[in-house]
């Protein structure tokens, strides 16, 4: 075998394929806990594999180096010409079609497909999302989703203003908007209810056919908060400030020309006025209290949606603002990630950036370290696509954000994205802007009070929110026994310890930017070695490592097996090579009808006789003759009139004399020969029932063109 080789991201050929990474030279460098704690204003020096793909060919040349190992090939990024260059037995790590997983609208699209086909209940760990740009359709359901959305936060927000109101804090409520809200929420947890079927007397799918109009007062209702509603504070600058441009109604719907010429007439400034009841939005809105009873149908409605709806913790509560990120498609490492939470931009941006995901933004996430964002990055190692065999390794880390969580602020990336490529060059990076999972499990046990609140309640999500994600994909991924693929997955706690997937990332980049992360680089990529490559999948007796925790090989796993293979992709060359054979045709029997036309019945009986005998004759030698007639033949043979062959008898004559029309029955049927000579006679095998059954039809034939003749004879 060759030495293995590695591949890493430098400009690759025209063509596509492997690119060899030359080999490192010198010791690595490895972080000392105890002299960094020492020196606590000095940074500890970062090692000089900084990488995780420099890791992964150290790890190669200390355990594939010797000759006869298995060849590795290692690349950041595939491409369909590395897969026809490959040769058996040379390992790789990836997978062919892995884009269905690692692109946010392949992940989205199946993830939706998986739900519908097995029945998983991905909203549970899935935040809902929207390829507004693909159709009418996706428009329109996200409109639908974000409008439901703004009238559960003017909905929660009216109960709470309700309680918080007192003699010095007066609260005065739109009594249209709210009731376009209760009218909204009940149509929705209609679609939510398996159970409910829409009737022609429905009255409240009528009611919620709400005008743009409705719709427009609903969403800038639903911007307020509690305490501009209670004239605590005045409006902020964005809410009270008209956007100069608007490319939609703030309600999402198109403009049309007489909605835009009576709005830039009511418009005179730039600024709108102070008091709220004369916004055009809110022209001929009744304001005051509502009834009582209309508590206790919002109450009703909230509680029966927060039972109903998965998703319903990504809302935000009465505090939230209804905000939703857009993502590029392909891109990775934050790029091209905004955080918005109105309609007229977040239409307007996917509409003029093409290839954009639009999804439910986690607005109460777990907060951490003084008031951080963060997310989990797990790596995952899949070794089989058909078996599915996924491995987990044992210890993750957190990805931090720079500045503190602010919803108030969506323009400061970094409070918002965790992506190191965001928050490397931000002023407030500490320790690489990570944590450990140690450190995490400490805080944990802070809140909860449980030191195995990892183990106990989140590894299990973790483990499912994995699982169910391949499941999804397995069909798509063509299997090929020597390829792995290392996925780096990235979820979400919220403030009810609620695990959410954000996405999936190929060939996930990490560097030792900590001396915990030298240490967690080099255990894992050694371990991948010998569990990918060299096959050692039981535990060395170190920790961390890699655990399986899918394995369709196994006996429980068979029932998986047959349920999926028959859906995976074929990818077996099926083309049959030689020559092509031809059926030798079978001889048929002749089927012809001799209709004879006699003088007299004496002549008539004695010449139905001897055709009898004759056809019997004649039948028995075409069938061992090799050259017959071809089938389309109809001839009419006539002999001449007062002449007697040698040898014949009058009636003989008589009977040679009339026409013989020979009349096959189906224009396959062949004449046979009445002579033939010993040297071109052959004999064929035939079934005697065969012939019985072909020599039967010819009997009946014979007897029903007999009956006409006879009819149709001269006296």
């Known amino acids: 075998m060759e030495q293995v080789s590695v591949a890493r991201h430098i400009p690759r050929p025209m063509g596509g394929g492997v690119v060899a990474l030359p080999k490192l030279s010198g010791p690595s460098i490895a972080g000392n806990d105890e002299s960094c704690r020492a020196v606590a204003r000095i940074p500890p020096p970062l090692p000089k594999h900084s990488s995780l793909e420099e890791y992964v060919f150290k790890a190669s040349n200390m355990l594939l180096s010797t000759p006869g190992c298995a060849n590795l090939i290692w690349c950041i990024a595939d491409s369909e010409a590395d897969y026809r260059r490959l040769r058996p037995g040379e390992f790789y790590n990836h997978f062919q079609n892995n884009n269905e997983l690692t692109t946010k609208s392949g992940l989205a699209d199946n993830l939706l497909h998986h739900a519908v086909g097995s029945g998983c209940n991905v909203d549970a760990f899935f935040p809902r999302c929207y390829d507004v740009g693909r159709g009418k359709t996706e428009r329109e359901e996200f409109l639908l989703d974000f409008r439901r959305s703004a009238a559960l936060k003017v909905v929660l927000q009216h109960l709470q203003s309700e309680k918080a109101q007192n003699s010095t ?113 809110f022209r001929r809105h009744r304001w005051g209290s509502p009834p009582v009873e209309w508590r206790l149908i919002l109450e009703e409605l909230t509680a029966q949606l927060q039972k109903l709806y998965p998703q319903w913790s990504l809302q935000g509560g009465w505090t939230g603002r209804n905000v939703w990120i857009v993502k590029p498609g392909t891109n990775s490492k934050g790029s091209g990630v905004e955080c918005m939470s109105t309609l007229p931009e977040l239409l307007h941006h996917c509409g003029t950036m093409p290839n954009r995901i639009v999804q439910k933004y986690i607005e109460r996430p777990l907060l951490l370290f003084s008031g951080r964002k963060f997310d989990i990055r797990q790596w995952v190692l899949v070794r089989s696509v058909s078996p599915l065999r996924i491995f987990l390794f044992s210890e993750c880390y957190l990805r931090l954000c720079n500045d503190m969580y602010d919803l108030g602020d969506l323009r400061n990336r970094e409070r918002h994205i965790s992506n190191w490529q965001v928050n490397k060059n931000g002023k407030n ?136 293979s028959q859906r995976l992709p074929c990818t077996a060359d099926l083309t049959v090579h030689g020559q092509q054979m031809r059926i030798p045709k079978r001889s048929r029997p002749p089927a012809s009808v001799v ?121």
């Open 169 to 281: 804090l007066p609260y005065e409520c739109n009594l249209d908007v709210l009731r376009t809200a209760k009218q909204t929420l009940q149509r929705w947890c209609k679609d939510l209810d398996a159970t409910h079927l829409d009737e022609e007397e429905d009255d409240c799918l009528e009611a919620s056919r709400h005008s743009e109009e409705e719709w427009d007062a609903l969403v800038l209702y639903s911007d307020f908060q509690e305490s501009q509603l209670l004239c605590v504070e005045e409006l902020p600058a964005g809410l009270a400030q008209r956007p100069r441009k608007r490319f939609s109604r703030i309600g999402g719907g198109d403009w049309g020309e007489d909605d835009m010429r009576d709005q830039m007439a009511n418009e005179t400034s730039t600024r709108r006025p102070a008091d709220v009841h004369s916004w055009f939005e």
């Open 429 to 564: 990076v500490v320790d690489g802007a990570v944590a450990s999972l140690a450190e995490f499990k400490d805080e944990l046990n802070e809140i909860t009070g449980s030191g195995s609140f990892w183990e106990d309640m989140l590894l299990p999500q973790l483990r499912e929110i994995v699982l169910q994600t391949l499941r999804a994909v397995e069909t798509k991924l063509v299997p090929r026994k020597d390829s792995f693929e290392l996925y780096g997955f990235d979820v979400m706690i919220d403030e009810h310890m609620k695990m959410w997937l954000l996405e999936v990332n190929l060939s996930p980049g990490c560097d030792a930017r900590t001396p915990f992360l030298d240490r967690l680089l080099s255990r894992m990529s050694k371990r991948l070695i010998e569990v990918a490559v060299l096959g050692q999948e039981s535990p060395d007796g170190e920790h961390p490592d890699w655990v399986n925790i899918c394995d369709d090989a196994s006996e429980r796993g068979l029932a998986n097996i047959v349920e999926t």
């Open 595 to 715: 209709a004879v036309e006699t003088l007299d019945m004496d002549a008539q009986t004695s010449g139905s006789q001897q055709c009898e005998t004759q056809e019997e004759d004649s039948y028995e030698e075409s069938f061992s003759s090799e050259s017959l007639p071809p089938p389309e033949v109809s001839m009419a043979l006539t002999a001449g009139e007062g002449n007697v062959a040698p040898g014949m008898t009058s009636a003989q004559s008589s009977l040679q004399s009339q026409p013989l029309l020979l009349q096959p029955c189906s224009p396959n049927c062949e004449v046979p020969q009445q002579e033939s000579s010993e040297s071109d006679t052959t004999s064929t095998a035939q079934s005697p029932r065969a012939i019985e059954e072909d020599y039967s039809d010819i009997e009946d034939d014979w007897d029903s063109d007999s009956d006409c003749s006879a009819h149709d004879a001269e006296p």
